[in-house]
């Protein structure tokens, strides 16, 4: 079957409830201000390159003043607050969130190419979460560290990427602000307005002025806000070399840092694996979601008396892919987030061909318009490949195979990268045993790419370091005065 005998009726999500406003200040001292640099930038929907709204590019001045005006609202309000009372402020977010998830979601979607059954049932519900449960930490910091006398760090400065905006968002501020602390945010230049969204759902909470601020612009707003000396503390997702910039700026600093950079991740199958359910999982892992995800399962081990099997099953189940309008609720891969990210893959893409991969990609029909790419798999990959090797942040996978436990683990590991794997086998004793030894920051067993608020999430290596989610999430926030 290919997709090219799909014919289904299309069935896009309606955007009828979006309310966008042409163009978006920023988001300083709870009110939308002018930027000073007077310059804005368009933000673009990657599924047929429209234009979806101007966006203001924030410079050094309203760097300044959103810092300040997180400083003020730290100083004054929020930090003198019970926990009590940040709960609810916390809790009045997470619901109004929710009322607004279906707007929230397409929004996501039109902005940055994923799929809509990516952001109604998984972004956005977790994203919610988050907020629900940071909330209910707010007034038990001493009891989560006994002992410890856990007190808020100041003004911190949260810089986010474009694969998941808004659950980026979330990660950062509710627990950022469930600790007492202020902030200012700077989500990516392609994937602002669920941010901008959220500045209006803080307004509607009735958040103090100031305990969230959001500057839009590219990279040199976020180096602007990294630089500011007023900053207490750091929050990054995103690539590794901005990542190591970041940690150079802070050197000879008091500002705390919380890394969370990129992956090469593992998928491990092993012989006794139940296969259709691990050929599923292998797909939902890399190419769900364009390979937007930075502990994509993006290298594949089989066991080697299961390859032939394994890899035939992938290429027929990849036939029966869909790939198009994101909105769509049948599509399982959208557009591609942008013209440069595209190329970035294409250029992946090139270079696994000239290192004498074979490479297979399903025949299906492709939109005309927007940045797209079709799923990939490269089999006949060396261990040492550059795309066996390095990120490339897009729908392929590489595949290798192994005989011997100690093989695969050893074949993992190598690897700069150290964010996820998954292992799919029948016996327990193996995912325990193997789990000890991947150098992993999560390992999923018979799943990928489950999340949960209540679980922590971070890297080892150039993954980064600093775990967001869970319990361990409230101290990247916290100073202790023990
Ligand atoms: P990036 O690291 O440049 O962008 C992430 C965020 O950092 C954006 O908000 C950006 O404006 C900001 N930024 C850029 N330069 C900065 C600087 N000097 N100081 C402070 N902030 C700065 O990532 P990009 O270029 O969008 O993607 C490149 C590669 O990064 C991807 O191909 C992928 O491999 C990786 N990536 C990893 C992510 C992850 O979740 N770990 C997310 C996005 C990208
Ligand atoms: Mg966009």
Request: net charge positive; aromatic share 10%; with cysteine.
């Amino acid at each position: 079957m290919s997709s090219n005998n799909w014919n289904l009726d299309p069935a896009p999500e309606s955007t009828a409830q979006i309310q966008l406003k042409p163009k978006y200040e920023l988001f300083i001292d709870g009110s939308w201000q002018k930027p000073h640099s007077k310059k804005y930038f368009d933000s673009l929907n990657p599924a047929n390159e429209s234009i979806l709204a101007q966006i203001a590019h924030a410079n050094q001045k309203d760097v300044d003043m959103a810092v300040s005006s997180a400083r003020r609202a730290y100083r004054d309000v929020w930090s003198k607050m019970s926990g009590a009372q940040r709960g609810k402020y916390l809790f009045r977010i997470a619901r109004l969130m929710q009322e607004k998830s279906r707007e929230l979601a397409v929004l996501e979607t039109l902005d940055g190419g994923k799929p809509i059954r990516e952001s109604r049932d998984v972004d956005i519900p977790l994203a919610c979460n988050h907020f629900f449960y940071y909330a209910g930490w707010a007034d038990k910091l001493n009891e989560a560290f006994a002992g410890q006398k856990p007190s808020s760090i100041g003004v911190a400065a949260q810089i986010t990427p474009w694969n998941f905006p808004l659950l980026m968002l979330a990660w950062k501020i509710a627990p950022a602000l469930a600790c007492g602390n202020t902030v200012v945010l700077k989500p990516a230049e392609t994937t602002s307005l669920t941010a901008l969204k959220f500045a209006e759902i803080c307004q509607e909470a009735g958040l103090p002025n100031g305990v969230v601020n959001i500057v839009t612009g590219f990279g040199d707003t976020g180096a602007l806000l990294v630089a500011h000396p007023d900053v207490d503390k750091i929050a990054f997702t995103g690539s590794t070399a901005v990542g190591k910039y970041i940690q150079k700026a802070c050197i000879g600093t008091a500002k705390k840092l919380t890394l969370e950079l990129g992956g090469k991740s593992a998928n491990i199958i092993l012989e006794d694996a139940q296969i259709d359910q691990a050929v599923e999982g292998i797909i939902n892992a890399i190419f769900f979601n364009q390979g937007h995800v930075c502990c994509a399962g993006s290298r594949l081990f089989v066991q080697e008396s299961i390859a032939q099997q394994v890899v035939e099953k992938l290429k027929f189940r990849l036939q029966s892919i869909y790939i198009g309008d994101p909105l769509d609720k049948n599509t399982d891969i959208g557009a591609i987030n942008s013209k440069k990210q595209l190329e970035t893959i294409e250029k992946y893409i090139a270079l696994g061909i000239s290192e004498g991969a074979s490479i297979f990609q399903p025949e299906c029909r492709m939109p005309t318009k927007g940045y797209y790419c079709k799923p990939t798999l490269f089999t006949d990959v060396a261990q040492s490949a550059r795309i066996a090797q390095e990120e490339i942040f897009g729908p392929v996978l590489t595949i290798q195979t192994f005989r011997t436990m100690e093989e695969v683990v050893q074949k993992a590991n190598n690897s700069p990268y150290g964010l996820a794997a998954g292992i799919w086998t029948a016996k327990g004793a193996r995912i325990f045993g193997m789990g000890k030894q991947l150098h992993a920051g999560v390992v999923w067993a018979n799943t990928y790419n489950k999340f949960d608020p209540s679980s922590p999430f971070g890297g080892y290596k150039e993954s980064g370091y600093g775990r967001e989610g869970g319990r361990h999430g409230l101290s990247a926030y916290l100073q202790f005065n023990t």
